[in-house]
Nanobody
């Protein structure tokens, strides 16, 4: 059973940076599409970034392109989200998620409902 543990959230000023981490356990030898999602109060959960662990291909929402970077450390079984140039509208609960996938193309097509494993979430608050 794959288990995900989010960490690293907190408070930052606009223009600041935070780094989120997601530690993965129970990790069978497979390829995964791993992603970061966020949900602000009163809004739907939205995708922020995805990475195909089999090759490292990444995908980003337009709202975070150029500011956020998703990465993985296979030796530590850890997923990261480096968030720079933070804006107040980035304030949300952030969740990491995983889905078994066998190619970068299928990772690109994977939507929120397809992710079967989720972390518990970590809060990010950005003040102006």
């Amino acid at each position: 059973q794959v288990q995900l543990m989010d960490a690293g959230g907190g408070s930052a000023q606009a223009g600041g940076s935070l780094r989120l981490s997601c530690t993965v356990s129970g990790y069978p030898s497979r390829s995964y599409c791993m992603g970061w999602f966020r949900q602000a109060p009163g809004k739907e959960r939205e995708g922020v970034a995805k990475i195909y662990t089999g090759g490292g291909t990444t995908y980003y929402a337009d709202s975070v392109k150029g500011r956020f970077t998703i990465s993985q450390d296979n030796a530590k079984n850890t997923l990261y989200l480096q968030m720079n140039s933070l804006k107040p509208e980035d304030t949300a609960m952030y969740y990491c998620a995983a889905a078994v996938r066998w190619s970068a193309a299928t990772c690109y097509l994977t939507i929120r409902a397809d992710f079967g494993y989720w972390g518990q979430g970590t809060q990010v608050t950005v003040s102006s």
